[in-house]
């Protein structure tokens, strides 16, 4: 990871144009993508990899901090926007007078930073403080978190939230008063997102190898004899849940400047069930597993979707179905059975 996150930028600003390694703009901005993309396949290990609980509504937490990002980018447009108002163009061309409330603190960069942690760890404490506390559990967690994600989805479409409907946010123009298609700032976001995702790793390591993490272990292989030891589930995965919902919104921040865009249909149901399917191709339970799939994944689509689009979700379909049948542990096991083969070859 911090091999990409240092070499991408070199590969791209210093390597002239034409030669087989320059990077093209492209490129980084694909990688870039990713890396947010495995920030949350690394949240969905923490809680499906480790404490065995399957979500599929994280990409709800991933759209909202996308969407507390976008809102202030769209205030940093000014009265730069088609109709140089001061409210954004889709709220000029709904005939809005003035701001939303939920719009208040939107053109200020911190309060807006603190909503892209709050506004998902709020709803994902609350969620989960009353389906953990009512025992739901399997694939009845799964569905009602994908249900959560699928109303949400249903309302942000609507015009009247405030949230621009089904175009959602898009034509950012700075960040922080600066230029946001610059090459300088494109790079510094790319670098920022390599950083986060080494760092949010270096922190689920330290978790997982402390006694917090051992009982989210115990808890997804026994919970009930967890309970007779006299510990408390609730508050463990509780606690993890939040965390990973938090980690959902922070890579949905960091994506939305370099993709340029935030809209519902990041909120779909398929999204996050892309998010499961990253985490169950690189290994869940591993870590670095889900994040290797997570590049393994998107960089196939990107290929597919350019090249055979027509085959994409063939492609993914056989591929999901391959891992649960023949490759449980995804390709992290799949690596280390083939070590174990060398191995035993030379020996």
Same mark, same amino acid.
């Given at each position: 990871?911090?091999?990409?996150?240092?070499?991408?930028?070199?590969?791209?600003?210093?390597?002239?144009?034409?030669?087989?390694?320059?990077?093209?703009?492209?490129?980084?901005?694909?990688?870039?993508?990713?890396?947010?993309?495995?920030?949350?396949?690394?949240?969905?290990?923490?809680?499906?990899?480790?404490?065995?609980?399957?979500?599929?509504?994280?990409?709800?937490?991933? !759209?909202?901090?996308?969407?507390?990002?976008?809102?202030?980018?769209?205030?940093?447009?000014?009265?730069?926007?088609?109709?140089?108002?001061?409210?954004?163009?889709?709220?000029?061309?709904?005939?809005?007078?003035?701001?939303?409330?939920?719009?208040?603190?939107?053109?200020?960069?911190?309060?807006?930073?603190?909503?892209?942690?709050?506004?998902?760890?709020?709803?994902?404490?609350?969620?989960?403080?009353?389906?953990?506390?009512?025992?739901?559990?399997?694939?009845?967690?799964?569905?009602?978190?994908?249900?959560?994600?699928?109303?949400?989805?249903?309302?942000?479409?609507?015009?009247?939230?405030?949230?621009?409907?089904?175009?959602?946010?898009?034509?950012?123009?700075?960040?922080?008063?600066?230029?946001?298609?610059?090459?300088?700032?494109?790079?510094?976001?790319?670098?920022?997102?390599?950083?986060?995702?080494?760092?949010?790793?270096?922190? !689920?390591?330290?978790?997982?190898?402390?006694?917090?993490?051992?009982?989210?272990?115990?808890?997804?292989?026994?919970?009930?004899?967890?309970?007779?030891?006299?510990?408390?589930?609730?508050?463990?995965?509780?606690?993890?849940?939040?965390?990973?919902?938090?980690?959902?919104?922070?890579?949905? !921040?960091?994506?939305?400047?370099?993709?340029?865009?935030?809209?519902?249909?990041?909120?779909?149901?398929?999204?996050?069930?892309?998010?499961?399917?990253?985490?169950?191709?690189?290994?869940?339970?591993?870590?670095?597993?889900?994040?290797?799939?997570?590049?393994?994944?998107?960089?196939?689509?990107?290929?597919?979707?350019?090249?055979?689009?027509?085959?994409?979700?063939?492609?993914?379909?056989?591929?999901?179905?391959?891992?649960?049948?023949?490759?449980?542990?995804?390709?992290?096991?799949?690596?280390?059975?083939?070590?174990?083969?060398?191995?035993?070859?030379? !020996?």
């Amino acid at each position: 990871m911090l091999v990409v996150a240092v070499l991408v930028p070199i590969a791209n600003l210093l390597v002239p144009e034409g030669h087989p390694l320059h990077l093209s703009d492209y490129a980084v901005g694909l990688t870039g993508k990713i890396m947010c993309y495995a920030i949350c396949a690394l949240a969905m290990d923490l809680v499906w990899g480790y404490t065995g609980i399957l979500s599929l509504g994280h990409g709800l937490f991933f !759209a909202l901090g996308g969407y507390a990002m976008g809102m202030y980018l769209m205030r940093q447009i000014g009265r730069d926007g088609n109709y140089a108002s001061d409210l954004p163009d889709f709220m000029v061309f709904l005939d809005w007078k003035t701001l939303p409330w939920h719009w208040t603190v939107s053109d200020n960069f911190v309060a807006q930073m603190l909503l892209v942690v709050l506004v998902p760890g709020l709803l994902a404490f609350v969620f989960g403080f009353f389906a953990f506390r009512s025992r739901i559990k399997g694939v009845y967690f799964s569905i009602i978190t994908q249900a959560m994600t699928f109303a949400a989805m249903l309302l942000f479409f609507r015009n009247e939230t405030g949230f621009g409907g089904n175009n959602g946010f898009t034509d950012f123009k700075r960040i922080l008063g600066q230029p946001i298609a610059t090459p300088g700032m494109r790079m510094g976001l790319f670098v920022l997102t390599g950083l986060t995702l080494i760092g949010f790793f270096l922190m !689920a390591r330290a978790i997982v190898a402390s006694k917090f993490g051992r009982v989210l272990q115990a808890i997804r292989d026994a919970e009930s004899r967890v309970m007779f030891t006299g510990y408390d589930p609730l508050a463990y995965k509780l606690a993890i849940w939040t965390l990973s919902a938090v980690m959902c919104g922070v890579a949905g !921040a960091l994506y939305v400047p370099q993709v340029g865009i935030i809209n519902p249909s990041e909120m779909s149901p398929a999204a996050s069930i892309e998010m499961a399917i990253w985490a169950a191709v690189g290994g869940r339970g591993t870590l670095i597993g889900p994040i290797i799939g997570a590049f393994f994944v998107n960089g196939a689509k990107s290929w597919f979707t350019q090249v055979v689009p027509e085959f994409w979700l063939y492609f993914l379909g056989a591929l999901f179905i391959a891992v649960t049948l023949f490759l449980p542990q995804g390709l992290i096991g799949l690596a280390a059975r083939l070590r174990g083969r060398r191995g035993e070859e030379g !020996a």
